[in-house]
Nanobody
Framework: QVQLVESGGGSVQAGGSLRLSCVAS????????MAWFRQAPGKEREGVAT????????GYGASVKGRFTVSQDNAKNTVYLQMNSLKPEDTAMYYC?????????????????WGQGTQVTVSP
């Protein structure tokens, strides 16, 4: 059972930045694929960014491409999500996930392990 713990959420004004962290209980190199999702009230869970931990390859959702960057620190078993130029529509609970058997997937159903989430609120 992989445990994931997110942190770094908070409240910022539009145009600001935040960096989210996701610490895994296992060596992230062997988790192969990790991802960030977000879910706003009344909306479906949306894939934001994915990373292939063995090759440091990444993918991004269309709504965040060019503003968000996913990265990893193998020594700390941590994946980060750097969020710049934040917009009010980025307001959501952000979740870290792993366990995909479908590679760099943006489908929430492909992931078996989830963190508890961290709230991001962006004010106009």
């Amino acid at each position: 059972q992989v445990q994931l713990v997110e942190s770094g959420g908070g409240s910022v004004q539009a145009g600001g930045s935040l960096r989210l962290s996701c610490v895994a209980s296992d060596d992230i190199y062997y988790l192969h694929y990790m991802a960030w999702f977000r879910q706003a009230p009344g909306k479906e869970r949306e894939g934001v960014a994915t990373i292939a931990t063995q090759i440091n390859g990444a993918g991004y959702g269309a709504s965040v491409k060019g503003r968000f960057t996913v990265s990893q620190d193998n020594a700390k078993n941590t994946v980060y999500l750097q969020m710049n130029s934040l917009k009010p529509e980025d307001t959501a609970m952000y979740y870290c996930a792993t366990g995909s058997r479908s590679g760099l997937s943006f489908a929430a159903s492909d992931y078996n392990y989830w963190g508890q989430g961290t709230q991001v609120t962006v004010s106009p």
